[in-house]
């Protein structure tokens, strides 16, 4: 009981220590600069917590990169640095569209996120398994490959033709409803936390996660425990295929005002990276990459306040929220690194 006490508190302060020490920093580094760190991070609390449409925003920006962030952390409670999930992002968006255009129903359209998710993340576990190729090599070739066939789809198959500058828009019949009208705030945030609480039954509450846990700890030791390795890697990239291509349904899905993927894929773009952070910062626990998604939806829904309420320039601003993520996120990275030499 000592033991579990110490396992939840410990983790906990120490990322609150890591946040104060990287707030800190960011607030020096104002300093040096010309602006007022009071001033600024008064805005961004303000912005994003001060007012209900401010927490709206922040939870809404938090619902893509918890999915994400659940991809890396059950890959890495199997022991892999899974990084796929931004290619899987792409093609959960346009399996999305395609799928609600054809029956608008919100239920298909999360079932074609999940299926584009199952598809495109079985490519690297077969590789893993069958051939021996490392995950960060393959996962980062399937991002780029994945980036540009995307885009392909996105400007030559499902363009908008009244609007050049996104594509077909996902039918009123399968978008999430709003929960405050007047933001952004969607139903799909909802999703997400399922998704985690999923993730969390999954891997402490059934035999399959006790075997991805095991397979994690030492391979070698899951292998003398009757484990398979092999299958543990196989369901660990399908169920984060699952919640990253649920990521992109989600974002098309429940997203106003065009409910579809704009020009460049900026409104997708950057998702499954931002979802390695979160994961680290909650310690690769489905109920702490919860919090730690919130965490990073409120540093980004408090970053328009710190432009214009406090003055501080974009590429400031950006620049503080990295110092701070990466600071917050350096526990969980020595955690993974210390797994990875144990086995």
Same mark, same amino acid.
């Not at 799928?99 to 999940?114: D, M, S, W």
């Given at each position: 009981?000592?033991?579990? *006490?110490?396992?939840?508190?410990?983790?906990?302060?120490?990322?609150?220590?890591?946040?104060? *020490?990287?707030?800190?920093?960011?607030?020096?580094?104002?300093?040096?600069?010309?602006?007022?760190?009071?001033?600024?991070?008064?805005?961004?609390?303000?912005?994003?917590?001060?007012?209900?449409?401010?927490?709206?925003?922040?939870?809404?920006?938090?619902?893509?990169?918890?999915?994400?962030?659940?991809?890396?952390?059950?890959?890495?409670?199997?022991?892999?640095?899974?990084?796929?999930?931004?290619?899987?992002?792409?093609?959960?968006?346009?399996?999305?569209?395609?799928?609600?255009?054809?029956?608008?129903?919100?239920?298909?359209?999360?079932?074609?996120?999940?299926?584009?998710?199952?598809?495109?993340?079985?490519?690297?576990?077969?590789?893993?398994?069958?051939?021996?190729? !490392?995950?960060?090599?393959?996962?980062?070739?399937?991002?780029?490959?994945?980036?540009?066939?995307?885009?392909?789809?996105?400007?030559?198959?499902?363009?908008?033709?009244?609007?050049?500058?996104?594509?077909?828009?996902?039918?009123?019949?399968?978008?999430?409803?709003?929960?405050?009208?007047?933001?952004?705030?969607?139903?799909?945030?909802?999703?997400?936390?399922?998704?985690?609480?999923?993730?969390?039954?999954?891997?402490?509450?059934?035999?399959?996660?006790?075997?991805?846990?095991?397979?994690?700890?030492?391979?070698?030791?899951?292998?003398?425990?009757?484990?398979?390795?092999?299958?543990?890697?196989?369901?660990?990239?399908?169920?984060?295929?699952?919640?990253?291509?649920?990521?992109?349904?989600?974002?098309?899905?429940?997203?106003?005002?065009?409910?579809?993927?704009?020009?460049?894929?900026? !409104?997708?773009?950057?998702?499954?990276?931002?979802?390695?952070?979160?994961?680290?910062?909650?310690?690769?626990?489905?109920?702490?990459?919860?919090?730690?998604? *919130?965490?990073?939806?409120?540093?980004?829904?408090?970053?328009?306040?710190?432009?214009?309420?406090?003055?501080?320039?974009?590429?400031?601003?950006?620049?503080?929220?990295?110092?701070?993520?990466?600071?917050?996120?350096?526990?969980?990275?020595?955690?993974?690194?210390?797994?990875?030499?144990?086995?």
């Amino acid at each position: 009981m000592k033991a579990n *006490i110490k396992g939840f508190f410990k983790p906990l302060v120490e990322s609150l220590i890591a946040i104060i *020490i990287g707030m800190l920093i960011g607030a020096i580094i104002l300093a040096f600069s010309g602006y007022s760190p009071t001033e600024a991070y008064v805005a961004l609390f303000d912005g994003a917590l001060g007012s209900k449409y401010g927490w709206a925003m922040t939870l809404s920006a938090a619902t893509p990169i918890i999915l994400t962030a659940l991809t890396f952390g059950l890959g890495a409670r199997t022991g892999l640095f899974n990084i796929g999930a931004e290619g899987t992002v792409y093609f959960g968006a346009i399996a999305a569209i395609i799928f609600t255009n054809i029956l608008g129903n919100v239920l298909i359209g999360l079932l074609g996120g999940i299926i584009a998710g199952l598809v495109w993340m079985s490519i690297p576990a077969f590789l893993k398994v069958f051939r021996g190729v !490392n995950e960060v090599v393959s996962t980062i070739m399937l991002n780029w490959m994945a980036y540009f066939i995307a885009l392909y789809i996105v400007l030559q198959k499902i363009p908008n033709p009244d609007d050049p500058n996104k594509t077909i828009a996902v039918p009123v019949s399968a978008r999430f409803p709003i929960v405050i009208r007047g933001t952004e705030l969607s139903w799909a945030f909802v999703i997400s936390v399922a998704a985690a609480l999923i993730a969390y039954y999954i891997l402490w509450h059934t035999t399959l996660g006790y075997e991805l846990r095991v397979s994690g700890y030492n391979e070698r030791a899951a292998r003398y425990g009757g484990i398979n390795p092999k299958k543990a890697v196989i369901w660990s990239f399908l169920l984060g295929g699952i919640m990253s291509g649920l990521a992109g349904a989600t974002e098309v899905m429940g997203r106003p005002p065009s409910y579809a993927i704009s020009q460049g894929m900026a !409104n997708i773009y950057g998702y499954g990276f931002d979802g390695i952070g979160v994961s680290l910062v909650g310690r690769n626990h489905p109920i702490g990459i919860i919090f730690s998604g *919130i965490f990073f939806g409120m540093l980004k829904a408090g970053a328009t306040a710190m432009q214009i309420e406090a003055g501080v320039p974009l590429e400031m601003v950006r620049m503080v929220q990295g110092i701070i993520v990466v600071t917050v996120a350096i526990p969980g990275l020595l955690d993974l690194l210390k797994r990875g030499v144990r086995k």
